[in-house]
Structure formats: C-alpha cells, structure tokens
C-alpha cells in the first residue's frame, strides 16, 4: 500500500506594511498587526488540525497586502496558474509564489493585459467560475482558459456587484452545497446546485474556506454559521476581525492542493 500524497497549504505571514492595503468595499480601519499575525497563527493552526502540511511562502514585509496568497495562483491537479493580480501594488507578491509551486506543478504565468485574482475563481469539479470583478478582465480569462482547456476544465464568466472578488459573494460549503449571497451574485448561474444563504446582516459571510470536510470560518457571523451548521456542515470558527479590516477573508489566505 503507498501512503497518499500529502495535501499542502501554502501560506504567507502578515507584512509589516499591511495598513497600507488595497481597500474597495470596505472603509479603512487601524490595523493592529500583531493580533493580524495572532489571527493568522491560529488559522494556520486550524490547517495543521484540519491534516494538511502548511508552508510559508518567504515573508514579503514590504507588501502590504501579501498574506493574501490565494491572488495569486490558480492551483488544479494539472497546472498552476500564476496570475497577474488586478491591482498594480500587488503584482510584486506573484514570484516567490510562483518558485514554490514550481516544484509541485508545471507552471504557466499570466501576461499583460491580463489580470486575475485567484480570489475570483470558484473550482466545481470542471468548472472554473470566474467573477468579472474589477480585479479580473476578459484577457485574464482567456488567458486562465488557454491554460487549463488541455486538462477538461471550462472557464464561465459570472457578474458581480457590490463586492471584491467572486468567492466574497460565494464560495463551496460541501461538494454540493454552496454559500451564497444573493445580493451580490446570481445564484441561477450555479444551476441546481444546493445553497445556503447568508444572513441579510452578515453580507461578508459568504466566504468560507473548506478543508477536508470541515468549513473554516470567521467567529464574525454566528447566524449564517448556524444556518451552515442546520445544514449539516461541519464548521470550524476562527478569529479573523484584523485580516477582514484589509477586506480580506478565510480562503485569501491559503492556497490548498494536492502535493
Ligand atoms: C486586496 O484588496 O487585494 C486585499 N486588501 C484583499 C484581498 C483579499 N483576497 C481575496 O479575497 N482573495
């Protein structure tokens, strides 16, 4: 019997220079760092529990927003994808990134006019949803198909409004369930598949992070975590108040695949 391959989290630590992040929906509040990085400890914790291997990628303390890692790659069992995120102050993030997965992947970079955040793609099964935000374009897109077509995968397009990134608006709470703000993102273009929406006041509550049969979650929204929970989904909370002030959520700060 050959043992199966270990499942890895990337991760990257908290910068320095966070305070100076990307905001776009979300009012700029003091960013205490140091409970950013206790927040941020503790999520990698829950990785570790949830079984998968986490590694740091080389800490970036002058770019602010680099503990987002999640932006900067597309990882399938076929291909890595690195991107050219939307946001010129975060394309200096995509290098260091791109050397690790190197070793994992074969690796195929995006190119100007490109740009795409990883934040706006949902994998379900082989479909990659990708959300027409202000952070991914059309060239993006075709770029993001160019590369993944040869592996079965299709890319769908998906309107957005009101929010950052596709997976802020929605994102996988089971391999048949989603979490979904309809506010924010049309529930028809998944079809039939199963949802649970957030509670009308907890909006940012849609992004959830699964993990080996459990759902990573902020402590933030209790009653969209108990509407998750009826539905039978195991949900595990942590404390992300500090990474939310910089817009950003539970599946931003990973980028999990299969080694
Ligand atoms: C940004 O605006 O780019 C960062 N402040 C937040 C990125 C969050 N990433 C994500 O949702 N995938």
Redesign the pocket.
């Known amino acids: 019997m050959t043992d199966a391959p270990p499942r890895i989290a990337l991760t990257r630590p908290v910068s320095d220079a966070m305070a100076g992040?990307?905001?776009?929906h979300v009012q700029r509040a003091p960013i205490d760092v140091a409970l950013a990085r206790t927040q941020h400890r503790a999520y990698c914790a829950a990785l570790c529990d949830a079984g998968l291997h986490v590694i740091d990628v080389p800490h970036a303390p002058a770019l602010p927003?680099s503990v987002?890692v999640?932006?900067t790659s597309v990882v399938l069992d076929e291909v890595a994808v690195i991107t050219r995120p939307g946001?010129a102050s975060?394309r200096g993030e995509v290098d260091a990134v791109a050397e690790l997965l190197a070793s994992y992947r074969t690796v195929v970079r995006m190119r100007e006019p490109a740009t795409l955040?990883?934040?706006d793609v949902l994998r379900i099964g082989q479909t990659l949803f990708v959300g027409s935000s202000g952070r991914s374009n059309a060239a993006g897109m075709a770029q993001l198909l160019e590369a993944v077509k040869p592996f079965g995968y299709r890319v769908v397009p998906v309107p957005l409004t009101g929010c950052?990134?596709l997976?802020?608006a929605v994102t996988a709470v089971a391999s048949d369930l989603l979490l979904i703000n309809p506010q924010w993102v049309d529930r028809a273009v998944f079809g039939d598949m199963r949802s649970v929406e957030v509670s009308p006041d907890e909006p940012f509550a849609a992004n959830a992070l699964l993990v080996e049969e459990r759902v990573i979650y902020p402590t933030d929204f209790p009653k969209t975590a108990a509407a998750m929970r009826a539905a039978g989904v195991r949900v595990q909370a942590v404390d992300v108040s500090e990474l939310a002030k910089?817009?950003?959520?539970v599946?931003?700060c990973s980028i999990i695949f299969t080694a």
Not at 246 to 249: I, M, S
């Open positions: 992040c990307e905001l776009t927003d987002f999640e932006d946001a975060r955040d990883g934040g950052l990134h997976k802020t910089a817009e950003g959520g599946t931003c």
